[in-house]
């Protein structure tokens, strides 16, 4: 089931968005619910201590004076590690190059406007990107991931052999799997999507940086020390997550 939680401080352009995502859930049928509607970044985050959990989210990029605005957000569910699509629904498209360097990695954009088929179906295609995401991962098998190195050819690689994972810098949307023998797959994707497809096994040791932890063999310095001899930067925070291990 994809859970949805929508955030915008207008209470019109709230209610609009409900009830396009509602209409379209229902028209085709999707495995979709709306889980949370927010007028404020407070009551989203208070929501997910409550409800931890993997969403969509669609956000307003500008939510009022003296309040979180949506790249604040974005940025707050990177920095807790917490599984989430993120989508911008705003009107200052021209912010979004602006957006891609502020390291959230969006899963897309829409652009509100007052043609209400078009908001529609620009939801449509964003939900339905979002399902055949959802169905692909099920569908790959529990010890191995296909990944996506160009539009029509995929490479599928044992999850056993990869190492670590990395947000690439100057490359929006752009990450690299490293394997234990040394290889590097480049495809684009976000960090938060390799974290949910690799499971249990693997935790952020940095918030651009996914890790299998059966291949730590020791942490110093703020870095982990994996078993092909490579070092991955460890945050403070994340340390316990590696030594309990």
């Known amino acids: 089931m994809l859970k949805i939680i929508v955030c915008d401080d207008d209470a019109f352009t709230l209610s609009m968005i409900s009830d396009i995502l509602n209409n379209i859930i229902r028209t085709l049928k999707m495995e979709a619910e709306i889980a949370c509607l927010a007028s404020s970044a407070g009551e989203v985050l208070a929501y997910l201590n409550s409800n931890p959990d993997s969403y969509l ?70 939900l339905t990107k979002c399902m055949n995401l959802e169905n692909s991962s099920i569908d790959v098998p529990s010890n191995t991931v296909e990944l996506q190195i160009s539009i029509d050819e995929y490479v599928s690689i044992s999850v056993e052999r990869i190492a670590y994972v990395e947000t690439l810098k100057g490359q929006p949307h752009n990450i690299c799997y490293h394997t234990i ?65």
């Not at 960090?191 to 942490?219: P, Q, T």
């Open 57 to 126: 989210f669609f956000l307003d990029l500008d939510m009022g004076n003296h309040q979180l605005n949506g790249i604040d957000l974005a940025q707050q569910l990177r920095e807790k590690a917490i599984p989430a699509k993120i989508v911008f629904v705003t009107s200052h498209i021209e912010k979004s190059m602006a957006l891609l360097k502020s390291g959230v990695e969006p899963f897309d954009f829409i652009k509100k406007n007052f043609n209400l088929a078009m908001m529609t179906t620009e939801f449509e295609n964003c």
């Open 181 to 245: 023998d040394g290889s590097q797959i480049t495809v684009r994707d976000s960090i938060s999507h390799a974290l949910e497809l690799l499971g249990e096994d693997f935790a952020l040791s940095h918030r651009s940086v996914v890790v299998n932890r059966r291949c730590v063999v020791g942490i110093a310095d703020g870095q982990l020390k994996l078993s092909n001899g490579e070092l991955v930067t460890c945050a403070i925070s994340k340390k316990n997550i590696f030594k309990n291990k």
